[in-house]
């Protein structure tokens, strides 16, 4: 069964400052890798993912994550954070990559991103 | 396009009471599920469907009952509410196996057992 773990329930940064939010999979197949994130009280909202062999995955607001097999990570980064990107951070893993299905997503725990200024 | 609507958006029920929690989506997505969002614990996959007539159970079933007779709905039953049921629920919808998008998710109802 995959996992995922997420280091950091909270990470704070400086508005302008680099982000980088953790995300570790654990899988016994090949993953689908998601990041979603969370407004408050909203709905989840698809930041970017890695479904091919491009490790490295350009997302929406300036967002990207980069797959690294050897390492087990999808690491979320933004070179410069905006006041706009303080949300919940939420990483994902589907499972049966290799028959295609993916019908289920696995939540990791969660990242709440401070920015201040 | 709607996308993912939910409804009720809030609802207090009494412990022992029964109810349904509504979700429709409109994008023709082959796959929807239901999770539940708890401090600290992230999402957790109550019961998901792969099509209409197809339903399976997640990581926490217990206590709630799905079916899927079309492609549009997918509502999810407490068949007898605990205060345990205490969460916000997101119903979410995702193309089938040949086009892994990731999921749309609905904007959540938020549910208060006492």
């Known amino acids: 069964a995959q996992s995922v773990t997420q280091l950091g329930s909270h990470v704070s940064v400086s508005e302008g400052a680099l982000v980088l939010l953790r995300c570790n999979y654990s899988?016994?197949?090949?993953?689908?890798l998601f990041w979603y994130v969370q407004y408050p009280n909203q709905g989840l909202q698809l930041l970017l993912k890695?479904?091919?062999?491009?490790?490295l995955v350009k997302g929406i607001n300036g967002f990207e994550a980069e797959f690294k097999k050897s390492e087990t990570s999808f690491h979320l980064t933004k070179p410069s954070a905006h006041m706009s990107d303080a949300a919940e951070y939420f990483c994902a893993v589907s499972d049966d990559r290799n028959t295609g299905t993916a019908s289920k997503l696995t939540f990791g725990t969660g990242t709440r991103l401070q920015v201040t200024l | 396009n709607a996308g993912v609507t939910q409804t009720p958006k809030f609802q207090v029920l009494k412990t022992g009471q029964s109810m349904t929690l509504q979700c429709a989506q409109d994008?023709?997505?082959?796959?929807m599920s239901w999770y539940r969002q708890d401090p600290g614990m992230g999402l957790r996959l109550i019961h998901y469907?792969?099509?209409?007539?197809?339903?399976d159970q997640g990581e926490v079933p217990n206590g709630y009952n799905v079916s899927r007779s079309t492609t549009e709905d997918f509502p999810l039953r407490l068949l007898s509410a605990a205060p345990s049921q205490t969460s916000v629920y997101f119903c979410?919808?995702?193309?089938?196996?040949?086009?892994?998008?990731?999921?749309?998710f609905g904007s959540g109802t938020r549910l208060t057992v006492v």
């Open positions: 890695y479904t091919s062999a491009a490790t």
């Open positions: 469907s792969v099509g209409a007539g197809i339903t």
């Open positions: 979410a919808s995702s193309y089938g196996p040949r086009r892994p998008y990731g999921y749309t």
């Open positions: 994008m023709n997505h082959e796959y």
């Open positions: 899988s016994s197949v090949p993953p689908y």
